[in-house]
């Protein structure tokens, strides 16, 4: 469903005509499809046209770029994956033969945030957050890599946000609105037994969300 | 230099006004501090009303703003009360009837002669709140045990945060103590656990305020109200005194000593 919107927002105003680059919603995430003898500073401009005008809706997406006919060197492709990443998506190895392959995006970067979250304010990020304090009810953390809240987790929070399966959210008391894990979603029960009073881990296993003592980790 | 403090919560309806009303006349009364309360709910108007000062309204805040009349046209003296003063809203207009900017400017310029300066803000979060922050130095947040209302409370902070409010006080307002005890509404702790502010005062529910808020007498000056209590005892706090939060019958003992170790105070073995 989220790719519908990506399509309409990417669309909308678009005239078809000579466009350097045409980006495109689909099921596995964003694709850049780079016409043929197109300037690579038009493609530049206008990618970051496209993201900069849709704010950080993009944010945690998977993207896949498509150069017809190759045409564009490497050091072209490092700068759009730089672009990308400033607007918090990630480069994916793509299938598609005529698709350069890019490495997976790096998960040693790292945000550490001193303060509560609170309701209303969403902290995106291409890498692993670390919040020293409390995410409380309304708020929301998207990471592409772990999140760690050494405080209580009550708002939202999406771990592996671009479609890593093995990250985690960890915190010193997970009581969530929600959490997601790569594209799996989950709720806490609706029988509100107590929680538990100890640090807890939400990872996938068999794509569900499974929620085991810190302890468990080692 | 005066101070300016802004009374404010995200959430319609939960004692903006009437806290207002009762700081201001408690910091003038009991304070002997010259105290100007301004109405920042455009269009909303009521804190006249709470202070039983309606028909004395010619200008408002708007016309000052606009340089429609001088501040000393606006200000309205209440005569109960030496050094208090209201600046009347307009009921006609709407928020955007004056800009951050001009109030300000209009804050700045009661500074020089007020000693404490409250803003009523409207609910919500959008230009009424921008104009009713815009000249204040602190804040205070006002909440119901409530889930949405605290919600709203923490969206505030945050909001107050990212504009540079630096520690935000807490007023928790309606609270009733056999509720709480039954289980059936959030108890102070849980609140300041997700808020993560200072509590100025606790204000429990008392049908007196309903009466006072008919009658244009703020409670604050009812020796006999309990409310009125909850709020003299804020305005100590706000003049540097330390009291103890108000024991409120229904609560365990252990429960107001972790808030007197939340202040600082020492807790008493008695
Ligand atoms: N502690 C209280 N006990 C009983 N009623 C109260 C109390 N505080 C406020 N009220 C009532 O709640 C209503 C809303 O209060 P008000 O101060 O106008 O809220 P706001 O300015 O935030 O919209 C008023 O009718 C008021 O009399
Ligand atoms: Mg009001």
């Known amino acids: 469903m989220k790719n519908k919107i990506l399509v309409a927002v990417l669309f909308g105003g678009i005239g078809m005509t000579n466009e350097p680059v045409i980006i495109k919603g689909t099921k596995e995430g964003i694709t850049i499809v780079v016409e043929e003898n197109s300037n690579f500073e038009d493609v530049k401009k206008v990618i970051y046209e496209k993201l900069q005008n849709s704010g950080n809706f993009f944010a945690g997406a998977k993207v896949f770029v498509k150069a017809k006919n190759g045409n564009l060197k490497e050091d072209e492709f490092n700068k759009l994956q730089e672009i990308l990443t400033n607007f918090g998506m990630s480069l994916q190895e793509a299938q598609s033969p005529k698709t350069l392959i890019f490495p997976k995006p790096n998960r040693s970067r790292v945000l550490i945030l001193k303060k509560t979250i609170r309701s209303g304010q969403k902290i995106s990020y291409r890498g692993t957050v670390v919040i020293l304090g409390d995410a409380n009810p309304g708020s929301e953390i998207v990471a592409t890599g772990d999140i760690l809240v050494l405080g209580t987790l009550r708002g939202m929070a999406h771990a592996g946000a671009a479609g890593d399966t093995t990250a985690i959210v960890a915190a010193y008391r997970l009581r969530p609105t929600q959490l997601r894990i790569a594209d799996v979603i989950s709720r806490p029960p609706e029988d509100k037994e107590e929680s538990p009073p100890f640090p807890e881990v939400a990872r996938l296993k068999d794509n569900i969300i499974v929620i085991e003592p810190y302890n468990a980790l080692k | 230099m005066g101070e300016v403090i802004v009374i404010t919560s995200g959430k319609g309806g939960v004692g903006k006004t009437t806290t207002t009303a009762n700081l201001g006349t408690g910091l003038a009364l009991y304070g002997k501090k010259k105290v100007v309360m301004v109405d920042a709910d455009i269009g909303l108007r009521n804190l006249d009303v709470v202070m039983g000062l309606e028909n004395r309204i010619v200008y408002d805040l708007v016309d ?12 309205i003296k209440d005569k109960r009360f030496d050094n208090l003063y209201l600046m009347p809203a307009a009921q006609t207009k709407d928020k955007t009837a004056v800009t951050p900017e001009q109030m300000k400017k209009l804050c700045d310029d009661l500074k020089k002669d007020y000693d404490y300066i409250l803003i009523d803000s409207p609910a919500g979060i959008e230009r009424g709140f921008k104009n009713a922050i815009a000249g204040a130095d602190k804040a205070i947040i006002v909440t119901t045990p409530e889930v949405s209302a605290v919600r709203d409370a923490d969206r505030i902070v945050g ?112």
Request: with cysteine; net charge negative; hydrophobic share 45%.
């Open chain 2, 159 to 270: 909001l107050l945060e990212a504009s540079g409010f630096e520690e935000p006080k807490l007023v928790i307002n309606r609270l009733r103590p056999d509720m709480v005890k039954r289980g059936d509404m959030m108890d102070i702790d849980d609140m300041i656990d997700i808020l993560a502010i200072e509590l100025l005062g606790v204000v429990p529910e008392d049908e007196k305020i309903v009466v006072s808020t008919n009658r244009g007498e703020p409670a604050v000056a009812d020796e006999t109200s309990r409310a009125g209590k909850a709020y003299r005892n804020m305005v100590s706090r706000i003049l540097g005194e330390d009291v103890p939060l108000m024991p409120m019958e229904n609560f365990e003992p252990s429960f107001i000593d972790k808030l007197r170790m939340f202040f600082g105070l020492k807790v008493r073995t008695r």
């Open chain 2, 64 to 75: 000052v703003a606009n340089g429609m009349c001088r501040m000393k046209q606006a200000l």
